[in-house]
C-alpha cells in the first residue's frame, strides 16, 4: 500500500522542498497484513489531483499496455495515479500481482482501494463524482457503466458516477489537457478507459522496467521451477493456436501493423505481418525451435499455451537432443509470463501481447527473444 504522510522532522532545500508536504511510504507484503484504517490519518491530499482509468480492454497482455500507457500519461498530465485493478472474471488489486515500490519509482500512486477507503469521502465525496468519455461530439452518450467488463469493474470499486461528461482532447496533448481538467474543478478524472493506445507507443516500452512481478507470483513461479527442473536453464515458448487466435489471424497477413506486431516489426518500417508469425505452422515451430536448442544447447523447454502445446510433436522431432518439455497449464496466467520471462531464450508470437509482456521484461533485462515466422 502507499501512502502520503505528514513529515515535520525533514528539512529540505532547493527543488525538492515541496516534497516537504509528503513523504511516500510503502508497505511491503501482503495487503492483508496492514489494515488500510490503520493508516487513515496519514493520508494526504494531493493538490495535482489525481487519475484513474477502467483497464477493461481484452485480456491481461492488453491490460498490461494499457496500464503502461495510462502510467505514462499520469506522470504527463502530473496526477496521481490511482492503480487501477486488473480485470479477469473479477477486480485483482494491482498489488495481487505487482510491486508498488517499483512502480512509485516512476511516478506517484496509490492503490485504487486504498485510495477509495481512506480518501475518496473528503476528495471525491458522493455526489460529485463526474466520469469521463473521449468523444468527437459533445452530445454523444457517456455511460461508464454499461456492460460487462466496465459495470464490474467500477462496481467492485464502489463507484457510481453522479454525471457524466465527453471531451475531445487528445491523449498526446498533455497541456491542453490540463487546462480541460483543471484538479480544482476535477479533483478526480475517472476516464472509461486507457488513456493510451493499442498497441503501447514504442517509447514507454522502457517503463515496464517499474512492472515487476510480487513475492507471491515470484513464490509461485520459483516453485515449480525447482519442482521440475531445478537449477537448469531452459528455453521458455509461447504457442498461440486457440480458437479465437485462429480466426483473429485470417485478418493478419500483409498488415504493416496487427495487434501487438510492432514488437518485431517497427512502425513504418515497411515489413508486413504473415500468416506464420500469427499463427505458425508446426514446421515453423519444430524449425526454429530446434535452430534454439542447437545454438544454446539446452535441454529444457517450457512450453505456456492457449491450447495445444505440441508436447508429442517437439519430442519425437527434438529426440535427438534428448530434451524434456513441460506445461503446466496454470490456473493464473501470470504464472506462465513469469516463467517465460526467466527463460535463457524466449521464443514468441510476434503478434500477441501476452508474448509483448514477456518481450518487454527481457528487453529491459538484455535477456533474448525470438518470434515465429520471423526469426
Not at 503502461?68 to 495481487?96: E, H, I
Not at 490540463?178 to 474543478?185: G, N, Y
Not at 513475492?215 to 516453485?223: S, V
Request: charged share 20%; net charge negative.
Amino acid at each position: 500500500m502507499v501512502f502520503y504522510q505528514r513529515n515535520s522532522r525533514m528539512t529540505m532545500k532547493g527543488p525538492l522542498k515541496f516534497l516537504l508536504l509528503v513523504t511516500l511510504v510503502v508497505i511491503v507484503g501482503s495487503h492483508d497484513a496492514v489494515k488500510s484504517e490503520d493508516f487513515v490519518d496519514k493520508y494526504e491530499v494531493d493538490p495535482k489531483g489525481y487519475l484513474i482509468f477502467c483497464l477493461c480492454m481484452g485480456r491481461f497482455g492488453n491490460q498490461a499496455e494499457h496500464f503502461l500507457g495510462g502510467l505514462a500519461f499520469a506522470k504527463a498530465v502530473d496526477r496521481t495515479l490511482l492503480l487501477p485493478p486488473w480485470r479477469t472474471y473479477k477486480n485483482v488489486r494491482f498489488t495481487d500481482w505487482f510491486r508498488l515500490e517499483s512502480i512509485t519509482e516512476y511516478h506517484r500512486v496509490i492503490v485504487a482501494e486504498d485510495f477509495m477507503e481512506n480518501l475518496a469521502d473528503q476528495v471525491w465525496p458522493v455526489g460529485n463524482r463526474t466520469g469521463c468519455c473521449f468523444s468527437y461530439t459533445v452530445d454523444r452518450t457517456c455511460d461508464l457503466k454499461q456492460g460487462n467488463p466496465f459495470g464490474p469493474f467500477w462496481d467492485g470499486l464502489g463507484v457510481d458516477f453522479d454525471k457524466t461528461e465527453n471531451f475531445m482532447v487528445s491523449y498526446s496533448q498533455p497541456e491542453e489537457w490540463k487546462q480541460r481538467f483543471p484538479p480544482s474543478k476535477y479533483p478526480v478524472v475517472a476516464l472509461k478507459g486507457a488513456p493510451a493506445p493499442f498497441p503501447m507507443r514504442p517509447e514507454n516500452w522502457e517503463l515496464h522496467k517499474y512492472l515487476q512481478w510480487s513475492d507471491d507470483i515470484i513464490q509461485q513461479g520459483q516453485k515449480y521451477i525447482h519442482d521440475h527442473f531445478p537449477g537448469q536453464e531452459y528455453i521458455g515458448i509461447h504457442l498461440r493456436n486457440g480458437a479465437d487466435w485462429e480466426n483473429a489471424c485470417k485478418h493478419a497477413p500483409d498488415q504493416p501493423k496487427y495487434m501487438a506486431s510492432p514488437q518485431c516489426i517497427p512502425l513504418n518500417s515497411g515489413g508486413k505481418v504473415t500468416s506464420e508469425m500469427c499463427l505458425p505452422s508446426t514446421q515453423e515451430v519444430l524449425r526454429l525451435l530446434e535452430k534454439v536448442v542447437k545454438e544454446t544447447d539446452v535441454k529444457v523447454i517450457y512450453v505456456a499455451t492457449d491450447k495445444n502445446p505440441m508436447i508429442a510433436e517437439i519430442e519425437q522431432h527434438l529426440k535427438d537432443y534428448q530434451v524434456s518439455v513441460f506445461h503446466q497449464d496454470p490456473w493464473l496466467p501470470q504464472l506462465d509470463l513469469y516463467i517465460l520471462g526467466q527463460s535463457v531464450h524466449f521464443i514468441g508470437n510476434c503478434v500477441s501481447s501476452f508474448t509483448s509482456f514477456v518481450t518487454r521484461e527481457r528487453a529491459v533485462s538484455n535477456k533474448p527473444t525470438s518470434f515465429w515466422g520471423y526469426s
